[in-house]
């Protein structure tokens, strides 16, 4: 048993009402289509709760973040078990500065903590 253990779902039990009902898009498996190409299988969604937000003008000039670029936070627990949200993926989350309207951003960037309680993910 380790320190960590039941971190995320007590994250998902503590501040599971402050974040907004989301969905992450996980692309299907690539297979060869026979001519040197690919075709992706159906994409996978997952719901889970997010909360949208923007970077600080200071982290954006120091780390070169661009200014259309949005932050998502998703608590870990509120994706099935195994499923982390990686780039290339899709994350559709409430956008406050479009009245709470569903926008869907591609993820670009993810980071998170050990225990896997909060994915930060840099989404465009």
Do not use: W
């Not at 499923?83 to 989350?93: E, F, S, Y």
């Amino acid at each position: 048993m380790s320190i960590i253990d039941g971190l995320a779902a007590e994250a998902l039990a503590d501040f599971g009402e402050d974040f907004e009902s989301g969905s992450l898009t996980v692309p299907g498996t690539r297979t060869p289509d026979g001519q040197g190409g690919f075709i992706n299988g159906p994409a996978t969604v997952y719901s889970c709760r997010v909360l949208l937000t923007d970077y600080s003008d200071f982290r954006r000039q120091t780390l070169g973040i661009p200014a259309t670029d949005r932050q998502v936070l998703v608590l870990g627990a509120s994706l099935p078990s195994g499923i982390i949200p990686a780039a290339g993926h899709k994350i559709t989350a409430p956008d406050p500065g479009k009245g709470l309207l569903p926008t869907t951003f591609d993820v670009i960037a993810k980071t998170g903590d050990p225990a896997a309680a909060l994915y930060k993910l840099q989404a465009r």
